[in-house]
């Protein structure tokens, strides 16, 4: 299929694009976490992914992978750390929690090699990613009644400045610079979640800018919901989509519309005809062509 740069424009105008900034994320672990704001401080997270593992099933020829599992991937985390290097002492609190707290430095208490309880020491990863309204990012939705009238008054020549500004100036919430929402977009929850590796801090004298520390998180599954599937997306556009079904439909017979006001009714009938029979004559000739007699 050949790259057409007008449905690609319109492809990035209807719906965007995901920017890389716009996530928050949610630590929900066992160790108490009341003084400070994890969120403000997670420079940057990966959104999982998902392997699948296959079994090689030998029938005739090459084996096939048939997929029977899957994997999850880790999520990193890498966060900006106070200076008193507080996010690094609580995910090292919580890996005392699994694998026992050895580290433990001139208090006098002896320090425990004993793993922790399963159950005791997982926890939640919130992440969630957040999408732009249209006008945030220059272009018109495609996802509510207006956007829909928008199109179906755009087929028809309509000056669509009608809707979006009928007082002769831009109305907030109609789709203009003033409908600046950001909502968000996709949710994903990590369940079972533990800091499988806190990793190292790099420190140097030559370089005088802001420590980050990097925490590898191991989950055994996620659940996920992303708007665009949500749950309830097909009930609350059906309208819209029943709405646009219909626009398409309209655009199909434009030909036949046009033929009948250029050539009225009989004539564009007797045109229907002769195109249909041509086309029935040259399908007949095609088969003919391929008979072995």
């Known amino acids: 299929m050949a790259f057409g740069i007008n449905e690609f424009t319109s492809q990035i105008n209807k719906h965007g694009i995901a920017k890389t900034a716009h996530f928050?994320?949610?630590?929900?672990?066992?160790?108490?976490?009341?003084?400070?704001a994890f969120p403000l401080r997670i420079e940057s997270v990966s959104i999982p992914g998902r392997n699948l593992i296959t079994l090689d099933q030998n029938y005739y020829g090459p084996p096939r992978q048939i997929p029977y599992r899957f994997m999850v991937q880790p999520v990193t985390l890498t966060i900006i750390l106070s200076q008193d290097m507080y996010e690094r002492e609580y995910f090292m609190r919580w890996q005392d929690s699994i694998i026992g707290s050895s580290r433990k430095y001139g208090d006098g208490a002896p320090g425990s090699y004993d793993a922790g309880f399963y159950d005791d020491y997982i926890g939640n990863i919130e992440i969630k990613q957040y999408s732009e309204s249209p006008s945030s990012q220059g272009r018109t939705g495609n996802n509510d009644l207006l956007s829909t009238v928008k199109e179906v008054a755009a087929i028809g020549g309509i000056d669509t400045s009608i809707f979006t500004a009928?007082?002769?100036?831009?109305?907030?919430?109609?789709?203009?610079?003033?409908?600046?929402?950001?909502?968000?977009?996709?949710?994903?929850?990590?369940?079972?979640?533990?800091p499988i590796a806190v990793n190292d801090i790099q420190m140097n004298w030559?370089?005088?800018?802001?420590a980050r520390l990097n925490v590898e998180i191991r989950?055994?599954?996620?659940?996920?919901?992303?708007?665009?599937?949500?749950?309830?997306?097909?009930?609350?556009?059906?309208?819209?989509?029943?709405?646009?079904?219909?626009?398409?439909?309209?655009?199909k017979f434009t030909p036949i519309f046009s033929a009948v006001k250029n050539l009225g009714i009989v004539g564009a009938t007797r045109a229907t005809l002769e195109q249909s029979g041509q086309s029935i004559i040259t399908q007949g000739r095609a088969a003919k062509a391929t008979l072995p007699f």
Do not use: C
């Not at 928050?24 to 400070?36: C, E, H, K, T």
């Not at 600046?180 to 369940?191: A, V």
């Not at 030559?206 to 802001?210: E, H, I, T, V």
């Open 24 to 36: 928050s994320v949610l630590i929900i672990g066992p160790i108490s976490d009341g003084r400070r």
């Open 166 to 194: 009928p007082l002769g100036f831009q109305i907030p919430g109609l789709g203009g610079p003033a409908d600046g929402d950001i909502k968000e977009s996709t949710m994903l929850s990590l369940k079972e979640a533990y």
């Open 206 to 210: 030559a370089d005088d800018g802001y």
């Open 219 to 251: 989950y055994h599954h996620m659940e996920e919901k992303n708007e665009s599937f949500g749950a309830g997306a097909d009930n609350n556009n059906g309208f819209l989509n029943q709405l646009r079904s219909g626009v398409q439909a309209f655009q």
